[in-house]
């Protein structure tokens, strides 16, 4: 039997207490939406991640490439139907209605993945900025998420999402100090991903942001964009590219990097699936998902028979 709770003021001492909920307790039903919502959006942004991530498995160049390619989409993945099921678990909707929601345009899934990946230095962008966004946004989350399965399996997803930053980072290496053409090629790829990955973390977090309040998050969204920037800006002008914000400089007395305004619309269009890339990616993904029915149909036809 799982724990309860008097009212929703002895839950939230609870939670403000360090204490972590399983889903056998009775949660108030705003905390369980909320948990809900948070883990199907990073369910569907893995599984989307991973499907593009496959996209460049015969693209990659030489087979070293390919195989770290290969491994990553199927961490990605991995992540999605991990996560699918922890979301299953809250009772909300089945792991069936939260896919079957994304591939008819109902879900939502993180910005990064509503654009194209153009070249093969796109790709490195992703796996050096994008990954290591999500993951300095997950490691805060792991740190002290309030609700028990979604903590235990971030573990494992932060430990791999590790190894993607580090092969993004070898990689950076590569067109770093390669020829003119990589360095431009990863210069163009740069332009077009900087923003959005600025963006992902969301925009500033409103003072009564019911995501921290329940402790699901525990930073707020511009404390971890501006960790990445200290960051990423240092690294990617120290190689001598040129993140496209012609604002963006050090402060001279705190020698923080401040970025230039935000421009939050592009941010925005992606939250109603109408991004640079939305309808192609989620008509793709809607395709596979049908082309692959029988398989899943042949598979409940076995379980039948055997039970
Ligand atoms: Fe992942
Ligand atoms: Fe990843």
Not at 1 to 6: E, H, Q
Not at 18 to 43: C, K, S, T, W
Not at 144 to 158: E, Q
């Amino acid at each position: 039997m799982g724990r309860s709770w008097g009212s929703v003021a002895e839950f939230e001492g609870f939670l403000d207490a360090g204490g972590i909920v399983e889903p056998v307790d009775a949660m108030p039903d705003e905390y369980r939406q909320h948990v809900f919502r948070f883990i199907e959006l990073h369910a569907n942004s893995e599984l989307m991640g991973g499907l593009t991530e496959r996209d460049w498995i015969p693209k990659a160049p030489g087979l070293r490439r390919k195989l770290a390619v290969l491994a990553k989409t199927q961490d990605e993945i991995g992540h999605a139907h991990l996560l699918y099921m922890v979301a299953a678990d809250l009772g909300v909707k089945t792991r069936v209605e939260m896919l079957e929601d994304l591939f008819a345009n109902r879900g939502r899934f993180h910005n990064v993945f509503h654009y194209q990946a153009v070249t093969w230095a796109d790709q490195v962008a992703i796996a050096y900025l994008v990954d290591a966004a999500a993951l300095i946004s997950q490691q805060a989350v792991f740190k002290n998420c309030s609700y028990g399965p979604y903590k235990r399996i971030l573990r494992r997803i932060v430990a791999e999402e590790g190894f993607h930053m580090r092969h993004g980072e070898e990689m950076l290496l590569v067109f770093a100090e390669g020829t003119a053409v990589q360095r431009e090629m990863f210069q163009a790829a740069l332009d077009r991903w900087w923003w959005p990955t600025l963006h992902m973390f969301g925009p500033p977090s409103k003072p009564d942001d019911a995501l921290l309040r329940w402790h699901i998050k525990s930073e707020r969204n511009e404390d971890l964009r501006d960790k990445w920037v200290q960051k990423y800006a240092t690294l990617l002008t120290g190689y001598g590219f040129v993140p496209p914000d012609p604002d963006l400089r050090r402060d001279p007395e705190s020698g923080r990097w401040v970025t230039g305004e935000i421009d939050w619309a592009p941010l925005k269009a992606t939250f109603a699936n109408l991004g640079p890339d939305s309808a192609r990616r989620v008509a793709d993904a809607a395709r596979h998902w049908n082309e692959t029915r029988w398989v899943r149909e042949a598979l409940e036809s076995v379980a039948r028979r055997a039970a």
